[in-house]
């Protein structure tokens, strides 16, 4: 299984600003994703992170607030833009390196003031 | 679509215990099925599998077996820990969804001594 890293790991942020969370796969990986888990819910995919091309995102998540990137098979970032209190979260991303097992990094803890 | 349902939570349980956590998903395909665990301040990590029908997937005395005839893939361990102590989350992905995971709405454990 590869092994995946995300920082920051938490943050503290004002509303109204931005924050780059960025995700390293130690392999190359066929797929990537970011997931978002509001306080006590479950976890509810944002995007698929295309390498090379546009994310896709999923209902109710536009480019505009979530921004991704994914220049190579090893590496993502998102990024949560003009934050409001309503965006923390846990921003978590995944990959699946072949097969179609998910697994997952750390978490990034976002509080938004 | 597709859609997992978990059994409500928490759950309360004393040391060595029987555990049981109800999964049941609906789903168009084959789907493979998946058991995630949290802990407490920590990102997901993949408890166990299955692929396909009848499958059983077993890791660290849990065990669940994919039951396509009652759509179901039950969590149990046969005797809790208290460091079994975390968020269960039963999902599933199919080929057809791009392997996207959805999630069920988890299950919190809390094992006393």
């Known amino acids: 299984s590869a092994v995946i890293s995300q920082k920051p790991s938490r943050d503290i942020c004002q509303r109204g600003t931005s924050l780059t969370i960025q995700c390293q796969v130690d392999?190359?990986?066929?797929?990537m994703f970011w997931y978002r888990q509001q306080p006590g819910q479950s976890l509810t995919l944002i995007a698929t992170?295309?390498?090379?091309?546009?994310?896709?995102?999923e209902s109710g998540f536009v480019i505009d607030k979530f921004p991704i990137s994914r220049p190579n098979l090893t590496f993502s970032t998102l990024t949560v833009s003009n934050m409001s209190p309503e965006d923390s979260s846990i921003y978590l991303c995944?990959?699946?390196?072949?097969?179609?097992?998910?697994?997952f990094g750390p978490g990034t803890r976002l509080l938004v003031l | 679509g597709n859609s997992v349902t978990q059994m409500e939570g928490p759950v309360t349980l004393s040391e060595e215990a029987f555990l049981t956590i109800n999964c049941t998903y609906t789903?168009?395909?084959?789907?493979?099925l998946f058991w995630y665990v949290q802990y407490p301040g920590e990102g997901l990590q993949l408890l166990l599998k299955?692929?396909?029908?009848?499958d059983k997937g077993s890791n660290k005395g849990f065990e669940a077996t994919y039951r396509k005839e009652t759509t179901s893939f039950h969590l149990e361990k046969g005797s809790v820990q208290v460091s079994d102590s975390a968020v269960y989350f039963c999902?599933?992905?199919?080929?057809?969804?791009?392997?996207?995971?959805?999630f069920g709405s988890g299950t919190r454990l809390l094992v006393r001594p």
């Open positions: 995944s990959s699946i390196a072949g097969g179609e097992t998910q697994y």
């Open positions: 392999s190359q990986v066929t797929m």
């Open positions: 992170a295309n390498q090379g091309s546009e994310a896709t995102y």
């Open positions: 789903a168009t395909g084959y789907p493979s």
């Open positions: 299955a692929t396909k029908a009848d």
């Open positions: 999902a599933l992905s199919d080929r057809d969804s791009s392997y996207k995971l959805i």
